[in-house]
């Protein structure tokens, strides 16, 4: 081969070289694969919605929010949340919470949690009342009552009226739903049944009754039997000197 063959032949392994370079290092490197997704946090999933911020703050203040995260993530049931937004505590009437203990506040904030996983349409099937965490594991206690019209879903604590408004968040475990008013259960701001009548004192006697009964009521009837015997014997003396005297 001639000098220019091979230095043809040079230029062509080179350019050859140089393209393969170019193709592997233009190559994108691959995203690294998504891994396990993270604990379920009721309170993150309730920032990101936002309009959910005095609502939080009583879920953190009460630790429902570390029972909630606790039963979603170390157990197999599901929940299901109602979040009123800050409108909704802003339309209450002024001293609401202040009046509740913190035992009270903690049966409020559970009373807006259902301790199963119910879709918006499983709402329509749902056997009532609905049992919440609040008190006892009875459904009777702090009950929840619901009817559906429709894709509506009304909510009734027998203080309470609302409705759900929107779909916060569901992924099959945990459904949380927006409410536009704080759900307030009869137990803790029903009326309470009137006190009982207290009993009626009984009569006491009086001291003048007491006086009259004692030892200077018996005297008076002592003196009269006295002055009755007396009298008696007046009468048996006259007739004796009567009888002296018819006689002389």
């Not at 029972?67 to 929940?79: A, C, E, F, S």
């Not at 027998?158 to 259960?185: E, F, R």
Request: charged residues 15%; glycine residues 6%; aromatic residues 8%.
């Amino acid at each position: 081969m001639t000098r220019k063959q091979h230095f043809f032949a040079f230029s062509l392994v080179l350019l050859f070289l140089l393209n393969c370079t170019n193709t592997v290092v233009a190559q994108p490197a691959a995203a690294p694969a998504p891994g396990p997704p993270g604990p379920t946090n009721v309170t993150k999933v309730l920032e990101k919605a936002g309009q959910f911020t005095l609502f939080i703050r009583l879920l953190k203040a009460t630790s429902v929010a570390d029972q909630i995260n606790h039963q979603l993530n170390d157990t197999n049931n599901g929940m299901t949340l109602f979040a009123p937004t800050d409108n909704a505590f802003s339309s209450l009437s002024s001293g609401t919470l202040n009046s509740l203990n913190d035992q009270e506040k903690v049966a409020l904030i559970q009373f807006h949690v259902i301790p199963t996983y119910v879709s918006l349409s499983q709402f329509q099937t749902v056997s009532n009342p609905l049992r919440t965490n609040a008190g006892d594991s009875s459904r009777f206690e702090y009950p929840l009552n619901v009817t559906t019209f429709g894709n509506s879903v009304n909510i009734s604590s027998g203080i309470t009226n609302t409705s759900v408004s929107g779909t916060v968040y569901t992924d099959g475990q945990l459904a949380v739903y927006q409410v536009d008013k704080v759900l307030l259960p009869w137990d803790l701001f029903g009326a309470k049944p009137p006190a009982p009548a207290p009993s009626p004192e009984k009569p006491k006697k009086k001291k003048a009754d007491a006086v009259a009964d004692g030892p200077d009521g018996k005297a008076d009837d002592s003196s009269a039997m006295s002055l009755m015997t007396n009298i008696k014997n007046a009468v048996v003396f006259a007739h004796a000197i009567a009888a002296v005297i018819f006689l002389l």
